[in-house]
């Protein structure tokens, strides 16, 4: 399986929260699985850590360095299908994530209500 976290379920990970379900944290930690982190969701993290919202900048720096996740880049086709989407959820990253798992055809672990009504497959987090 091919997965993309969104921005709370990867804080999630990196801080090993019981927040993180069962099952996303069983298919994150699967090897045979590919698992991305966008960095839309690197970038939305830095502007709350600089807002003072998150205390954790440092840590989640190299916590995630030591994972072996994919980083996706933001590319051209991606912001090019934001304009495709519905207007559910008004959140500019979380459109982004949206766009990304459309294009590049991943499983975007959320929690998210609104991100659940999107056309993109989904897993629980």
Do not use: C
Request: charged share 25%; hydrophobic share 45%.
């Amino acid at each position: 399986m091919r997965l993309l976290l969104d921005t709370h379920p990867l804080l999630w990970w990196v801080t090993d929260s019981p927040d993180l379900s069962i099952e996303a944290r069983h298919a994150i930690a699967d090897r045979r699985n590919s698992v991305h982190v966008s960095v839309a969701s690197i970038w939305e993290i830095a502007i709350k850590a600089g807002k003072g919202k998150l205390d954790l900048f440092d840590e989640f720096d190299r916590t995630l360095d030591q994972e072996p996740f994919a980083r996706l880049d933001i590319l051209t086709p991606h912001a090019r299908a934001v304009r495709l989407l519905p207007h559910i959820h008004r959140d500019p990253f979380d459109r982004m994530l949206v766009a990304q798992a459309r294009v590049e055809g991943l499983t975007l672990i959320t929690r998210d209500p609104l991100v659940t009504r999107y056309d993109v497959p989904l897993l629980a987090a």
